[in-house]
């Protein structure tokens, strides 16, 4: 689900964000929105949710995303896969609202590392194959020592 990085409530609505991975890299990221109404706690479902990523930078870079519940693993929530394609400051304004209630705004302010070097990304899928033989090995190995020995005279 990633790092609660805002929670504020207006009015009637509470909205919570999350941003994965953590620690924040340059990279594909996960904005994952929870809408709530303030008082009863139940999730809205015919909300709408746009996010608008701002690079400090002196290129300004922006990008653009539908938070969708097609995109979030946690079905109340809704998440936009954006890809930050450098380290830095980035500013992240969310408009969110439905026909019924007029558009609201959050903003903030977030950094973002470093992307992982390649090869830490891929190692676990050149790694799990010594994990299955080295349990072999282990296995064989308790098997041997609990066979019986027998004795010749």
């Known amino acids: 689900m990633g790092r609660l990085v805002l929670s504020e409530q207006h009015d009637d609505l509470q909205i919570s964000i999350f941003i994965s991975p953590d620690p924040l890299r340059a990279g594909p990221i996960d904005v994952s929105v929870l809408l709530q109404n303030a008082e009863t ?3 809205l ?3 709408e949710v746009n996010v608008r990523i701002t ?3 002196e290129g300004g870079r922006v990008l ?3 938070a969708t519940r097609e995109a979030a693993t946690n079905k109340l929530m809704r998440a936009a896969l954006v890809d930050l394609p450098s380290p830095g400051l980035w500013d992240v304004e969310m408009n969110y609202g439905a026909d019924t209630n007029p558009r ?3 903003r903030f302010t977030m950094e973002a590392g470093p992307p992982l070097a390649p090869w830490l990304t891929v190692w676990p ?3 799990w194959p010594a994990a299955v033989v080295l349990l072999y090995g282990i296995h064989r190995w308790l098997v041997a020592r609990k066979a019986p020995t027998h004795y010749y005279t």
């Open 125 to 127: 899928w050149f790694c």
């Open 104 to 106: 609201r705004q959050v």
């Open 64 to 66: 653009h995303a539908v």
């Open 45 to 47: 479902d015919d909300v």
């Open 41 to 43: 706690g139940q999730t």
């Open 55 to 57: 690079s400090h930078d």
